[in-house]
Antibody, heavy 122, light 108 residues
Framework: EVQLVESGGGLVQPGGSLRLSCAAS????????MNWVRQAPGKGLEWVSY????????YYADSVKGRFTISRDNAKNSLYLQMNSLRAEDTAVYYC???????????????WGQGTLVTVSS | AIRMTQSPSSFSASTGDRVTITCRAS??????LAWYQQKPGKAPKLLIY???TLQSGVPSRFSGSGSGTDFTLTISCLQSEDFATYYC??????????FGGGTKVEIK
């Protein structure tokens, strides 16, 4: 059974930093591209970042570019999101999501974690 | 970026109703369109991909259609567990995916 479990969320002051983790199990993690998607309270879904299976290709939404860094450790079956210079508008539930198809082929998201809440407030 | 527009943003319906949600892309996306269902406090769940292919385990009362810029999600006979928010997502511009704003289906 595919499982994605996020952790690392919490309350942080504006300008602060936080590192999110996503532990994957039930599939060959190193064969799949991964993503972070966020959802502000009461709002819709927003794609945040993408990383290919080998970490060779990385993309960010304009809203987080230069502040967030995505990475992965295939040996540990883990995905990460380092978030720096946090702003109030970054407050959201952050989900990790796995591509439905393996490799880097065009795909939607087949599996999602349960999410971790990040609150940026003084 | 490709913009996805859903309509309506919300509506009320009764159990047993046939409901249709519309999603329009700002440019042609072929059939690279997915639909997700999200219940309060839960992660989104993939219902349909490639515009009309039902994800494994999803009830057959859900169906999708369309290509190019106009797409629909239809629930043929609304069940109590279907009251939720539905999102469309384009993956034509993979990996830069974008979502529609969501359609909340509420109980009448």
């Amino acid at each position: 059974e595919v499982q994605l479990v996020e952790s690392g969320g919490g309350l942080v002051q504006p300008g602060g930093s936080l590192r999110l983790s996503c532990a994957a199990s039930g599939f060959t993690f190193s064969s799949y591209s991964m993503n972070w998607v966020r959802q502000a309270p009461g709002k819709g879904l927003e794609w945040v970042s993408y990383i290919s299976s080998s970490s060779s290709t990385i993309y960010y939404a304009d809203s987080v570019k230069g502040r967030f860094t995505i990475s992965r450790d295939n040996a540990k079956n883990s995905l990460y999101l380092q978030m720096n210079s946090l702003r109030a508008e970054d407050t959201a539930v952050y989900y990790c999501a796995r591509d439905r198809r393996g490799g880097s082929s065009t795909s939607c998201y087949g599996y999602w974690g349960q999410g971790t809440l990040v609150t940026v407030s003084s | 970026a490709i913009r996805m527009t859903q309509s309506p943003s919300s509506f009320s319906a009764s159990t047993g109703d046939r409901v249709t949600i519309t999603c329009r892309a700002s440019q042609g996306i072929s059939s690279y369109l997915a639909w997700y269902q999200q219940k309060p406090g839960k992660a989104p769940k993939l219902l349909i991909y490639a515009a009309s292919t039902l994800q494994s385990g999803v009830p057959s009362r859900f169906s999708g259609s369309g290509s190019g810029t106009d797409f629909t999600l239809t629930i043929s006979c609304l069940q109590s567990e279907d009251f939720a928010t539905y999102y469309c997502q384009q993956y034509y511009s993979y990996p830069l995916l974008t979502f529609g704003g969501g359609t909340k289906v509420e109980i009448k």
